[in-house]
């Protein structure tokens, strides 16, 4: 079978609905291989509301992100999950260890739970999010939630790819503040200050309150939902919160706009990626102490025909 035949074999069983079609597709993309197959089911995409989960590590994203499937599923809705866990920066492998936390979802026929690496990937996210976000909406599922990898004060990327943004913070782990510093603050659309039961929970809401008060917000101002993620307490707030963005975006077209905003950001970064790709094969016989870097890197991109 040639690769054309075994890619219209693919897709026409994505189009079937087979879950295992929607596997193998994401797994191409993460090789670098899914540009055909995106091309051929983006139109199926378009309809899925897409949730984004970041926040510091150990604040409970994942405990977070079972409870939101849980609601989600209560009321009928198909769901995917793209869990994204850090990679060693020696083997690029990960533990994965996400899936511990979704294991009651696994026999779900109406939940799609995929886990992937980062690789190095910087922002929160792994190189093939999008496209496997892209991917589980044109399958038909209803609600996609992309948990990042929890590095706290670089994962501003999400906001490019999710139509709501949930930032997680966690009373008394004295990273609040500086998560609030690093950017977090304009992308979140809600917060959640999980693990309530923490004596300092309300401390931390006064908080988040007091830095959304010195901010200049046009439309839609952040809300603050208080959870206990374990118990599932306070997760139907949540969903509420989200369920009230939703109709935001839709009503004042600001949709459009999020959805144009995600298109663009794919765009730059499959050909920034490629880019990359043709610098790193120029450069690889470049010998060190062969003129200073800049020099370098202009001829490289002289050779791709890009001139300063």
């Not at 869990?83 to 779900?108: C, K, M, Q, V, W």
Request: hydrophobic residues 45%; aromatic residues 4%; charged residues 20%.
């Amino acid at each position: 079978m040639s690769e054309r035949q075994a890619i219209d074999t693919l897709v026409n069983e994505f189009r079937a609905g087979a879950p295992r079609a929607l596997a193998r597709a994401i797994t191409l993309c993460e090789s670098g291989r899914g540009a055909a197959v995106v091309a051929a089911l983006y139109d199926r995409a378009g309809e899925a509301t897409t949730i984004g989960i970041t926040g510091p590590p150990g604040v409970g994203k994942s405990t977070l992100c079972s409870g939101l499937v849980r609601t989600a599923r209560g009321i009928g809705k198909r769901v995917g999950v793209i869990s994204i866990d850090p990679s060693s920066p020696f083997s690029n492998g990960a533990l994965l260890g996400d899936r511990i936390r979704l294991a009651e979802h696994f026999t779900d026929p109406g939940v799609f739970i995929r886990s992937m690496a980062s690789r190095g990937h910087l922002g929160g996210l792994a190189g093939a999010t999008a496209d496997a976000a892209l991917l589980m909406d044109a399958f038909g599922l209803d609600v996609i939630i992309i948990e990042t990898v929890g590095a706290g004060q670089s994962e501003v990327e999400i906001a490019s790819l999710a139509q709501t943004v949930i930032v997680a913070l966690q009373p008394g782990s004295g990273d609040s503040v500086q998560v609030l510093k690093a950017g977090i603050l304009e992308i979140a659309d809600v917060f959640v200050v999980n693990k309530a039961d923490h004596p300092m929970a309300n401390q931390l809401r006064r908080e988040i309150r007091s830095m959304l008060q010195i901010m200049e917000y046009r439309g839609w101002i952040p809300e603050i939902a208080t959870t206990q993620a374990l118990s599932g307490e306070g997760i139907g707030e949540l969903w509420a919160a989200i369920e009230r963005h939703a109709a935001y975006l839709n009503e004042s077209g600001e949709i459009e706009r999020r959805r144009r905003d995600r298109f663009l950001h794919q765009v730059r970064a499959i050909a920034a990626g490629r880019i990359r790709e043709l610098v790193e094969r120029s450069v690889g016989g470049e010998a060190i102490g062969n003129g200073d870097p800049y020099a370098a890197a202009a001829r490289a991109l002289k050779g791709l025909g890009i001139e300063e």
